[in-house]
């Protein structure tokens, strides 16, 4: 939805041409049927209340290839992906949790840039006539379908959207399918959100400063930046099943991934919202900024797994190290001093080279597919634990 902006800035790059009248003045709210270039279709609803300057998306992503095949047709194996735009403040919602995102300068009007299409020609879309609409703008294409009477049925968009935090910009294909067109707004939409529950995010239930602990976090890295300053980090199955998916996505070379490193690390066991981070330095969305952020891998189950520890062992953890909560030489974690601090680096391994080559731990992940990556998961950990690659290890270098 970061796209609206950018849809709207650009209508006055041409000059307005008629459309239905009913789209631009009274639709309130769309089932919705969305894909693009870089991820599979979704479906889902827009509220879109004008009037008060708010805005919905709600969509349900089905995470079949991120959960165990057991999962499969229970709420655990569905992914809930929400953008709230109220006023001027926007939210990212991922399963119940809310991430605030960089104000908006005006309301992102999903259809404002409809007014400044130019008509192309009648035609159908599954049977449906339509009639065609055509903006070219300086980000991008856009196509708007609609009927005779002014019911919307399709939009198509070939533009450049911001990528998240540390991430670059992405040119993406977008369309998104509609159906269920009502003229009326449900408040109830906007006056549930918890704003609260985004710019202070709750804590796991536990008791009072506990003492640390030291836990075994993994994490893949480019060659010449190994910190875990505001970055995330994974147990064993939680790294298998990212890399897994990236490898499945064919993301692992773009991602930088040279090596991989074991390291031990204390924490203060108190754990906060997931922040998600990318880049080096690492750029990290969500407000938790001083514990130490915890998921189950890709956020699946209620609220992202950040208190579930029944389903660990099916999908794995991640964790998030934010930069305020590491500690200073000679503290130890605890409550209001800090939050984690490295113990050591046990062991750093060339991920390109043996991981993925003399091991074949890509080739496993195709051959496995989903997770709990039993097979995939003891590779990785012996790749660490021996260093001879004749006993499935790897051996130790210095990034």
Not at 33 to 56: I, M
Not at 81 to 88: E, P, W
Not at 135 to 149: H, I, Q, R
Request: hydrophobic share 35%.
């Amino acid at each position: 939805m970061l796209l609206l902006a950018m849809c709207c800035a650009a209508a006055g790059a041409v000059h307005p041409a008629p459309v239905s009248p009913l789209l631009t003045a009274d639709v309130a709210s769309l089932t919705i049927y969305s894909g693009s270039s870089f991820r599979k279709y979704e479906k889902g609803y827009v509220v879109y209340d004008r009037a008060n300057q708010q805005q919905a998306r709600l969509m349900n992503d089905d995470a079949a290839t991120r959960v165990p095949v057991s999962w499969e047709g229970t709420p655990k194996a569905v992914m809930l992906t929400s953008n709230y735009y109220l006023g001027l403040d926007v939210f990212l919602q991922l399963n119940d949790r809310n991430y605030p995102q960089a104000p908006q300068k005006a309301f992102p009007d999903m259809f404002a840039w409809v007014p400044a299409t130019s008509f192309v020609r009648n035609t159908t879309i599954n049977n449906i006539a339509v009639q065609e609409y055509f903006l070219k703008a300086p980000s991008g294409t856009f196509y708007y379908y609609s009927t005779p009477d002014g019911v919307p049925v399709r939009t198509d968009m070939n533009l450049t959207i911001p990528g998240l935090p540390g991430q670059p910009p992405v040119r993406a294909v977008l369309q998104d399918t509609f159906s269920n067109v009502s003229y009326t707004v449900d408040p109830t939409v906007f006056t549930s959100f918890n704003k609260t529950a985004g710019l202070d995010p709750p804590v796991c239930a536990g008791p009072s400063n506990p003492p640390p602990v030291t836990l075994d976090m993994y994490i893949f890295h480019p060659r010449d930046n190994a910190t875990l300053v505001n970055q995330n980090t994974a147990d064993i199955m939680g790294d298998t099943n990212f890399v897994c998916l990236d490898a499945l996505s064919n993301h692992t070379a773009q991602d930088h991934y040279d090596v991989a490193s074991w390291y031990k690390v204390e924490v203060l066991p108190v754990w906060g919202q997931y922040q998600l981070c990318n880049g080096y330095p690492g750029q990290c969305m969500g407000s938790n900024t001083h514990l130490v952020g915890r998921e189950l891998a890709f956020g699946v189950t209620q609220f992202g797994g950040q208190c579930n520890e029944e389903d660990a062992n099916e999908v794995g953890v991640w964790w998030s190290m934010p930069a305020d909560g590491e500690c200073k030489e000679g503290q130890v974690p605890s409550e209001g001093v800090c939050s984690w601090r490295v113990v050591r680096r046990v062991k750093t391994i060339d991920a390109v080279k043996c991981l993925f080559g003399e091991l074949g731990m890509l080739d496993s992940c195709r051959k496995e597919q989903r997770p709990p990556y039993p097979v995939t998961s003891d590779m990785y950990r012996r790749a660490f634990t021996e260093d001879s690659v004749a006993q499935r290890g790897c051996p130790p270098i210095n990034p």
